[in-house]
C-alpha cells in the first residue's frame, strides 16, 4: 500500500511542477510574443482557468506528501519526504502571500480595464512564479530521492 501512495504521490506532484515549469518556460514566452491585447487576454485566461485548478493540485500535493510522510516515518527516506513537504508548504505561502493577489487582479483585466502597469504587475508574477518553480522542483527532487 505504501509503494502505490509512493507512485500517486510522486505523479501528482511531477506532473503539477511539469505544468508550473511549462508555464514559466512555455506558456508565458508565447503569450508575452503575441500582441499586446491578445498576449494580455491569453495572461487574463490562463488566470481564470489554472486559479481555479492550481490551488487544489497544491494542497492535494502536500497532502499526499504528508500522508507519505505518516505512513512512511519509519522508513528510509521519510527526512527528505519531510523536507519536500516543507518545500511544498512554501510554495503554497508563496502564492498566497506573492503570486494570487497579482493573479486575482490580471484574471479580470480587458485590454479596457487594465492598469497602466499591468506589464510591470505581469513581470512581478513571472519573477515570484521562478522563484516558486525553483522551490517546487527541490521539493520534486527529494521527492524522488526519498522514494527510490
Do not use: C
Request: glycine fraction near 8%; avoid cysteine; charged fraction near 10%.
Amino acid at each position: 500500500m505504501l509503494n502505490a501512495l509512493e507512485v500517486v504521490t510522486t505523479v501528482v506532484v511531477g506532473v503539477m511542477v511539469g505544468v508550473e515549469f511549462s508555464v514559466a518556460f512555455v506558456i508565458n514566452p508565447i503569450l508575452n510574443a503575441l500582441p499586446e491585447d491578445s498576449g494580455q487576454l491569453g495572461h487574463a485566461h490562463g488566470g481564470r482557468m489554472l486559479g481555479a485548478v492550481m490551488p487544489v493540485w497544491y494542497i492535494g500535493s502536500l497532502v499526499l506528501v504528508g500522508i507519505r510522510a505518516v505512513a512512511g516515518w519509519h522508513h528510509h527516506g521519510t527526512g527528505l519526504v519531510v523536507t519536500a513537504g516543507a518545500l511544498l508548504m512554501l510554495s503554497v505561502v508563496m502564492s498566497i502571500l506573492l503570486l494570487v493577489p497579482i493573479n486575482n487582479r490580471n484574471r479580470a483585466w480587458t485590454p479596457e480595464n487594465r492598469p497602466e502597469d499591468w506589464k510591470e504587475q505581469l513581470s512581478r508574477w513571472d519573477r515570484f512564479h521562478y522563484v516558486r518553480v525553483a522551490v517546487i522542483i527541490a521539493a520534486f527532487a527529494l521527492l524522488v530521492t526519498a522514494l527510490s
